[in-house]
């Protein structure tokens, strides 16, 4: 063969690493290439590797040594020791590991292997010159150094692919996560436990977050007792108003209830009312009456309403239909499943914000359409009114846009395909299968669906396909739509919609690590992208019945980009825009964007950190602003500075209102915590989100250390107030649906509960400015004391009532991990929702409940499990 032919062939079957689809023929030159001579690899190695090569991931060490790079993360680095055990012998060689680690890479040490970081979380192990195989039972290392901290086992992705040029990749079949049949949460057995407080689970010296025991969860949960008439009578979230009959009073629904309707549209009510036959409460001519009607009245806020009920009759007016189907679900909140009696009261109820939203991030990876239909009835019952739908980011588009099929053809899948012309490269752990349920979207009749089932619950859908950053997805599947129409001589159409500009040299890393994520905001197809998108999906939307009339931009961590564009450089050298500086660039494509959206009719909301660059006179006069800052870095300043601004500041502070961020304070709680290590269900409960910068006094920092927080730089301006509040869910290592119930349930009753209801032992906010810390004492002891008793209250309705609810509603909420001590040879166990089973394990025997404290010896595990018996916590042991 020609050394040249032969050569490019070699060139070409590298260029197509691992590339599952087939590569085009090598020219037939008349001689036979023996490509087993050439790679030392065929597809039967890379099958063998795959199903005989153990992987095992352990965290070594946080503590930062002389070979962290000091000049990245203030120095912060942890150690990890990669080790590959093989099951049987392994001769091949050319042959790599691709594997998703979140922080890229420093440094590292192996005889036999290196590795290096390529984009965003994805990096590439390599054989050295020297490799050898592996003999049976032969174990071989790789250290290495990466940024940041490791403190959550689930730090670790899952799918490592093993692949060489030309042949199919293959999943390592010892990093395959699954699923534990008793808990149903994902397990990554490739992942060693941690043991070690000081190395693995803390991030300094100066971390003085506590491992939660069993023993010390028993302490905090000491101070909860059983209440079952406070429950019978308690509304989730609570009302304004509540006037208890004074002689403890029953109405009997064994029978159902007729409803009258009055003057509300069947529309209006038929989920609330379907939720109720959920419940067990039937609709029956010989029920119970309840008489629906609507009397506007210009005082209310939009929601409110009133309840009736008396042993003859339930009455419920609402100001709207709105109102009416919050006073079902209140009625609805009444019920105890199984109980055929409900209090007599008098509730005179409405929201204390107009934005009550819950984000649920499915671009990351892909949740299904039938979860959102979940999510949202149960959204309606506890009255959240506002769906902040994250569509779009660099790993995933998730909605379908007919005139450019491009974005769902290759942004909503991921395989292996270094080209990516075919798919997305298999960021995030997502393994090489296309089809699975991390890859997906949803179409225009499933996204119709979902429009339709929130709207029948009075909730908005809020889209967000991020952009000018996060935007990966969307800006290769329109390159590959480039190079679609260029191979067909059809050079306006390829360019019709392109969003990077392939002589940009701009060398940059978002937040995420992509250096290739950013819309170029100096072309103009970029805008007319924008465009065709948006006037696409408010088709969709007008077409399903519920107008689009906000968009989120996203307009968040845009890191440096542009920078060496030839178009940005004559963009900013022209200054037609009013644009005199590359740094402006990223605040002119958001108000650029803001002003297409102005021109749809749409109102316009983004992230803080985006939208603060912009310019006032330059953006709309409508503008929602989520402020993500945590608190515990100043982030009130933030805060107010939009607020001030006249603009609608929706609350989304990480270090409450994230989701993704574990429960508790242990390294098997699954979850980001760069803002928080503990946020349980309690925790959101406490929160005053009208007063930021008072949480200073009694929470704590990232690593448990007080803080303090100065309100007289940048106070509110007097009479200012916030929209709302919004919960987030993101969705980078939360994989199925399941774990995303796990997340967000059952915090998302608490974020109900502050959303709708302003507490009594809430500190006002003090216009004046103050400074705020763990001496300042402005939330007194009897504030603390009250809400410490509402909590009870609070955490016993869950136990005793809601739960059985959300299993009827088949969600997989959080159960909690068991509080337990062994005093004088006896078990003491309890429970942070009081109400649900407790079972322990005594030496490796069977589960037994526990009813009270009895005596043991030997190893004791506890655990606790739901009310319908079909789903366990986390086990944990007692020491």
Not at 621 to 632: E, T
Not at 688 to 715: C, G, I, S
Not at 716 to 735: D, P, T
């Amino acid at each position: 063969m020609n050394k040249k032919v032969l050569a490019l062939t070699i060139a070409a079957s590298l260029s197509l690493l691992g590339c599952e689809k087939s590569p085009a023929p090598a020219v037939d030159t008349g001689e036979k290439i023996n490509l087993q001579a050439i790679y030392s690899v065929a597809q039967s190695d890379i099958d063998n590797i795959a199903q005989h090569l153990e992987v095992n991931y352990r965290v070594v060490t946080n503590i930062p040594s002389d070979k962290c790079d000091s000049k990245v993360a203030d120095g912060a680095c942890f150690e990890v020791e990669l080790s590959f055990t093989a099951t049987q012998a392994i001769a091949a060689k050319d042959w790599t590991i691709h594997f998703s680690q979140i922080a890229p890479i420093q440094s590292f040490e192996s005889d036999d292997f290196s590795v290096k970081h390529l984009n965003g979380d994805l990096h590439q192990i390599s054989l050295k010159d020297n490799f050898s195989g592996f003999s049976q039972g032969e174990t071989k290392t790789l250290n290495f150094r990466a940024m940041f901290w490791s403190l959550a086992e689930s730090d670790v992705m899952p799918n490592y692919i093993v692949s060489a040029p030309r042949l199919e990749a293959r999943v390592i079949e010892s990093t395959v996560p699954f699923i534990d049949k008793d808990t149903g949460l994902e397990v990554l057995p490739h992942v060693e436990t941690f043991t070690d407080s000081n190395t693995q689970f803390k991030r300094s010296a100066a971390d003085k977050t506590q491992w939660l025991t069993p023993e010390k969860l028993y302490q905090r949960n000491s101070v909860l007792v059983q209440d079952k008439l406070a429950v019978l009578q308690a509304i989730i979230p609570t009302p304004k108003s509540v006037s208890i009959d004074a002689n403890m009073g029953f109405a009997d629904i064994g029978q159902g209830i007729a409803v009258s309707l009055g003057n509300v549209k069947h529309g209006d009510v038929d989920a609330a009312l379907s939720r109720l036959s959920t419940l067990g409460v039937k609709q029956n001519a010989a029920g119970l009456p309840l008489r629906l009607s609507i009397r506007p009245n210009n005082n209310k806020i939009i929601g409110s309403y009133s309840l009736n009920i008396t042993s003859k009759e339930i009455i419920i007016i609402g100001v709207d239909g709105n109102g009416v189907f919050n006073g079902l679900q209140s009625l609805a909140s009444l019920v105890t499943v199984g109980e055929s009696r409900i209090p007599m009261l008098v509730v005179e109820d409405e929201p204390h914000f107009v934005f009550r939203g819950m984000l649920v991030d499915v671009a990351r990876n892909f949740h299904s359409k039938e979860f959102i239909l979940k999510l949202l009835d149960q959204m309606a019952a506890y009255k959240l009114n506002k769906l902040h739908l994250h569509l779009g980011d660099d790993e995933g588009w998730r909605l379908e846009i007919p005139s450019l099929p491009e974005l769902t053809d290759i942004g909503a899948k991921r395989c292996f395909d270094v080209t990516e012309e075919n798919c997305l490269m298999p960021q995030l752990g997502a393994g090489i299968d296309e089809n699975s349920s991390v890859s997906g979207y949803y179409s225009v009749s499933d996204y119709h669906e979902i429009l339709k089932a929130a709207s029948a619950r009075h909730i908005q859908v809020i889209p967000s396909l991020d952009m000018p950053g996060h935007s990966r997805a969307s800006i290769k599947a329109m390159t590959a739509r480039y190079k679609k129409y260029q191979a067909l001589e059809d050079e306006a159409k390829a360019k019709q919609f392109l969003l990077e500009d392939f002589q940009d040299k701009t060398k940059y890393s978002s937040v995420q690590f992509y250096g290739d994520n950013t819309i170029n905001a100096c072309l103009e197809s970029s805008y007319d992208f924008v465009v065709e998108v948006m006037t696409q999906v408010k088709k969709i939307h007008a077409d399903a019945g519920q107008p689009l009339t906000r968009y989120h931009i996203g307009a968040d961590e845009t890191a440096g980009a542009w920078l060496d564009s030839p178009a940005c450089k004559a963009f900013v050298a022209n200054n037609d825009k009013g644009v005199t500086k590359m740094s402006e660039l990223g605040a002119y494509f958001i108000e650029r964007v803001a002003g297409i959206l102005s021109e749809l009719d749409i109102e316009t909301a983004g992230w803080s950190d985006g939208m603060e660059h912009t310019r006032k006179e330059n953006m709309p006069a409508i503008v929602q602003a989520n402020a993500w800052d945590a608190l515990f870095w100043g982030g009130h300043d933030k805060v107010h500075l939009l607020a001030n601004r006249d603009w609608q500041v929706v609350i989304s502070s990480p270090d409450v209102l994230y989701f993704d961020f574990p429960h508790e304070a242990d390294p098997k709680e699954h979850g980001y915590y760069w803002a928080s290590r503990h946020t349980n269900t309690e925790k959101v409960f406490q929160f005053m989100p009208d007063n930021l910068p008072v949480h200073a006094e009694f929470w704590l920092d990232r690593q448990d250390n007080t803080y303090v927080a100065d309100d007289t730089k940048t106070p509110l301006a007097a009479g200012k107030k916030f929209l709302g509040i919004q919960g987030q869910l993101w969705s980078e290592n939360v994989r199925t649906d399941d774990m995303v119930e796990h997340k967000v349930f059952p915090r998302i009753l608490a974020l109900a509960e502050r959303a709708w209801h302003l507490a009594d032992w809430a500190v006002p906010y003090n216009y004046q400015g103050a400074k705020y810390s763990s001496q300042s004492n402005t939330f007194t002891t009897e504030m603390q004391t009250m809400r410490d008793s509402q909590w009870a209250e609070f955490a016993n309705t869950l136990g005793q009532k809601e739960f059985a609810k959300l299993e009827l509603a088949q969600i997989d909420y959080r159960l909690p991990t068991v509080g337990a001590i062994i005093q004088a040879g006896k078990l003491h166990a309890n429970i942070a929702f009081p109400g649900l089973t407790i079972e322990y394990q005594v030496s490796g025997g069977n589960w037994l409940t526990y009813q009270e404290p009895i005596a043991v010896s030997g190893q004791v595990n506890i655990r606790s499990r739901s009310t319908n018996g079909l789903r366990a916590s986390r086990i944990t042991q007692v020491q």
